[in-house]
């Protein structure tokens, strides 16, 4: 079985300044791990994956997670905030090939940018 | 590619009611996952189908849950004798089998009264 843990239920950054949210992750299999966002009244939208391939994972809107099988951690970064990314994310890990690839999410972070 | 859609986008019934939902995944797409969604928590997984083949249901589909995917397109989520418990919101995703990649819907929120 997989599982996923936000170390954040709620994450609060002012305009410009770096994000940083925190997901550790357990698996008995070498996974597959997504970042989420979820805007409010919009659907699950793909942020960025990582399937085995490169550590650093770059995704849309400036965001990065880093793979780190050591600590077991896919951390969810971003240099800059943005107004616009206030959301809910979820850090997601499935294990490809096994269980119909079905998704196991976190609880989310709830971010928060201040002007 | 029109994405994945759902209908209805809100459905309000009142304990005791069935209610039905529609999933049309995005066409090609030949898995096809049904996700449960309740008030600050992540979705949890229900059920999925492989084409028209219901291959996994969790333990949280109860027997009063019951989903098809009659000719491997579209998909029904169907509850019967709704309980206020089922108020959540009901994803749908759909993938290409073997890429693990789902591309969600944007979800029909049931509320039981």
């Known amino acids: 079985a997989q599982s996923v843990t936000q170390l954040d239920s709620h994450v609060s950054v002012s305009e410009g300044t770096p994000v940083l949210l925190r997901c550790n992750y357990s698996s008995s299999y070498s996974p597959s791990l997504f970042w989420y966002v979820q805007h409010p009244n919009k659907g699950l939208q793909l942020l960025l994956k990582y399937t085995s391939a490169a550590t650093l994972v770059k995704g849309i809107n400036g965001f990065e997670a880093e793979f780190k099988k050591s600590e077991t951690s896919f951390h969810l970064t971003k240099p800059s905030a943005h107004m616009s990314d206030a959301a809910e994310y979820f850090c997601v890990v499935s294990v490809p090939g096994r269980e119909g690839n079905k998704l196991t999410f976190g609880t989310g972070t709830q971010l928060k940018v201040e002007l | 590619d029109t994405g994945v859609s759902q209908d209805p986008r809100h459905k309000i019934t009142k304990r005791g009611q069935n209610v039905t939902f529609r999933c049309d995944p995005i066409?090609?797409?030949?898995?096809l996952y049904w996700y449960r969604q309740t008030l600050g928590q992540g979705p949890e997984f229900l059920t999925y189908f492989q084409n028209e083949a219901q291959l996994e249901k969790s333990r949280l589909l109860s027997d009063r849950f019951s989903a098809e995917r009659p000719k491997g397109s579209f998909s029904t989520l169907e509850i019967q004798r709704t309980e206020q418990g089922d108020s959540a919101m009901y994803l749908c995703?759909?993938?290409?089998?073997?890429?693990?990649?789902?591309?969600f819907g944007p979800g029909t929120r049931l509320l039981v009264l």
């Open positions: 066409s090609e797409h030949n898995r």
């Open positions: 995703a759909s993938s290409i089998g073997g890429v693990e990649t789902q591309y």
